[in-house]
């Protein structure tokens, strides 16, 4: 099942084409935050909007410190999807 809102009158299949999929069978829930808000994921991650500057925003991310957490180019070569 994939969760994803549409924009623009395009297709989910359209819109999940432009973000990519990296992790085949992934799963894909967009959440509108806004600063100083937070997402939970599971019972010990919790990721805030700290900015929001032009399309820039600063994340900060609380999570146990076995928990490895990277940015997505780092993973992928550098390149975007």
Request: no cysteine; charged share 25%.
């Amino acid at each position: 099942m994939v969760i994803f809102r549409a924009q623009g009158g395009q297709s989910e299949q359209a819109d999940l084409a432009r973000v990519g999929r990296p992790w085949k069978d992934t799963t894909v829930l967009v959440l509108t935050r806004r600063k100083n808000q937070s997402i939970v994921i599971g019972d010990d991650i919790i990721v805030t909007v700290l900015e929001v500057k032009g399309d820039q925003i600063r994340l900060g991310i609380t999570a146990p410190r076995e928990v490895q957490v990277y940015r997505e180019e780092l993973l992928t070569g550098g390149k975007q999807p």
